[in-house]
């Protein structure tokens, strides 16, 4: 019943910005914490930033000054605001609700960042 449906990515190039979406249905989405994941081909997936249900946010480093985790509890929209972006960005990148043992997550929306 959890549903999870990203979009917003695309190409672009470097230096370019993005908002990708997370529209949520199926939860209570103002309880839980929600994340960004990205995956590129062959890479491990990886934490890009994630958003308590107050607002409380976190992040790694590469991405630090560049992108911002926002949430929308009346729409249970969560978004991320990529500027600057690099080519080592690329990847797919998936929303995650971390609710249960594994959580639930989206289909991923690509993001593909090239001269």
């Known amino acids: 019943q959890v549903q999870l449906v990203e979009s917003g990515g695309g190409l672009v190039q470097p230096g370019g910005s993005l908002r990708l979406s997370c529209a949520a249905s199926?939860?209570?989405?103002?309880?839980?914490?929600m994340g960004w994941y990205r995956q590129a081909p062959g890479k491990q997936r990886e934490l890009v930033e994630a958003i308590t249900g107050g607002g409380t946010t976190n992040y790694i480093d590469s991405v630090k000054g560049r992108f911002t985790i926002s949430r929308d509890n009346g729409k249970k929209t969560v978004y991320l605001q990529m500027n600057v972006l690099k080519p080592e960005d690329t990847a797919v990148y998936y929303c995650?609700?971390?609710?249960?043992?594994?959580?639930?997550w989206g289909q991923g929306t690509q993001v593909t960042v090239s001269p």
């Open positions: 199926g939860i209570i989405f103002s309880v839980y914490v």
């Open positions: 995650h609700v971390m609710s249960g043992a594994f959580g639930s």
